[in-house]
């Protein structure tokens, strides 16, 4: 059986007449002058999608690409070209413009390439033709019928079934050599309620790094269908939401997002090493309450952040950034590991080959305490309890975040009341993150849907936490 360096060189480099044997003198003709680094990043990508709306197919398409970046850095300065015809000659030319940033163009000797171990945290598998387009688009018409059987006020349905395919290979002058293949799927579905002239949405998503007949499974359309629907029913009754500073209870799972906006972005090595995060210069100094640590973990099993590898052949791995509210590290790419004289995270990441790779998270989430979720309702007076999110704006240098609750409610002496509409959550991350007062016993991670932009680049990514209790957080609301 051929090994996954073997698959992948066969698929992305044979068709230009490229071998592995190759890749040394290749990437030796970047090691010039005064560059630090370089290396040639190699990929080939397959996207499908169908979309769903009130029966009918609104969008199928299918996409197919390959190419290959070149990279040369020289102390923080970065030569990058790309092309979409992988050929020694294409790859030349574009090795001339990355390497126009270095001053001096001699030649300072080859280059080694050894091959980095690749673990198995998803399988080696492309998971688009598992299933043939009519029987996709059937169990999406099942997701509708599903939807509007659960409740007579469900006017809209719309089901998103989303798959891409990508393998990548990596070789660098450090002498990296590596190789992964990714398969990626997610389902998602929302749905319109109405009732008295009134109109709420309801959502809810699942995927990871599976296949699909993992995915398309009669419990998991039920176990969407219920949740979106039941949002948007719960929400018909919502009452207006008080505004004004209050305790508020955030829900385990996919409230974790505003933990990975608001203060995983601080986290990562590039803003740090510019000096323009809120955490910049405080490794050692005391950023949240005690009893937070925070992890970034690329290496969870079939999770759609994890990477066996990163976009730049460093071996995933688990990075403690925050330790019982002690700063105690950040996410680095090789570029700026170098520049500040830390050893990198596994976390370089791009969106294609047509991109750069900088530091970014991967399944970023909170530790859990052991304090239960319904201890934490029980000490509040009158707050919020904050289920889901829905949309919401950051600005990563500073913290400052609003975020809307898509599921939220009223809690009333110690007890959850009635469903509140148009909350949103208003702070600055880091002092958000002080003033948690409980951490729950039941960590979980969102359910596979998450994706995240960064300087104009989006990847897939895991968020997650316990249920937390937040003292003190400013509520917009509309009573």
């Known amino acids: 059986m051929p090994t996954l360096l073997q698959t992948v060189s066969e698929s992305i480099l044979a068709p230009g007449g490229l071998s592995i044997d190759d890749l040394e003198p290749l990437v030796g003709e970047l090691s010039v002058g005064d560059v630090d680094f370089a290396d040639l990043f190699f990929e080939r990508a397959e996207a499908e999608t169908y979309s769903l709306e009130d029966g009918e197919v609104k969008d199928a398409s299918y996409h197919r690409d390959a190419g290959v970046g070149v990279r040369a850095c020289a102390g923080d300065k970065q030569g990058f070209a790309y092309s979409s015809e992988i050929t020694a000659a ?92 990714r398969p990626l799927v997610r389902l998602s579905v929302s749905v319109l309620a109405e009732k008295n002239g009134r109109r709420e949405r309801g ?44 305790p508020v209870v955030l829900a385990s799972g996919w409230p974790g997002v505003l933990l990975h906006e608001a203060v995983g972005h601080g986290l990562e090595g590039d803003f740090n090493r510019k000096g323009s995060s809120f955490y910049s210069g405080k490794i050692g100094q005391q950023v949240a309450s005690k009893g937070v640590t925070v992890v970034d973990d690329g290496t969870l099993l079939d999770r759609r952040g994890s990477l066996n590898i990163d976009d730049e052949g460093h071996a995933s791995q688990r990075n403690v950034l925050i330790e019982d509210g002690t700063l105690v590290g950040y996410m680095q790419d090789k570029l700026n590991a170098r520049l500040m004289d830390v050893a990198a995270t596994g976390n370089g990441r791009r969106e294609s080959y047509a ?125």
Request: proline share 5%; aromatic share 4%; with cysteine.
């Open 203 to 246: 959502s809810s998503g699942l995927g990871g790094r599976y296949d699909l007949q993992r995915l398309l499974t009669d419990a998991h359309a039920d176990q969407l269908v219920a949740e979106a629907v039941d949002q948007a029913v719960v929400n018909l009754d919502a009452v207006d939401c008080p505004a004004g500073e209050m």
């Open 355 to 479: 991109h750069l790779p900088m530091p970014r998270m991967t399944n970023t989430f909170m530790e859990p305490g052991d304090a239960t979720q319904a201890n934490m309702i029980e000490s509040v007076e009158r707050g919020i309890f904050a289920v889901n999110f829905g949309g919401g704006q950051v600005d990563i240098t500073s913290g400052q975040f609003v975020f809307a609750a898509s599921e939220a409610y009223l809690i009333e002496q110690g007890k959850v009341t009635a469903p509140v509409k148009g909350a949103t959550l208003i702070g600055h991350g880091p002092h958000v993150m002080s003033a948690i007062s409980m951490i729950g016993d039941d960590l979980a991670l969102d359910s596979g849907i998450g994706i995240c932009g960064k300087n104009g680049q989006s990847v897939p990514v895991g968020v997650g936490q316990p249920s937390l209790k937040i003292d003190r957080l400013t509520v917009g609301g509309t009573a």
């Open 90 to 181: 294409r790859i030349r030319e574009a090795r001339d413009v990355a390497i126009a940033i270095q001053e001096g163009r001699g030649p300072r000797g080859g280059v080694n390439l050894d091959q980095v171990s690749t673990p198995k945290l998803y399988i080696a598998k492309n998971p688009i033709p598992e299933k043939v387009a009519t029987d996709k688009i059937a169990f999406l018409l099942e997701i509708d019928a599903k939807a509007r059987a659960r409740s007579a006020s469900v006017s809209q349905v719309q089901a998103t079934l989303s798959i891409s395919y990508r393998e990548i290979l990596i070789a660098a002058t450090d002498g990296t050599l590596g190789a992964d293949i």
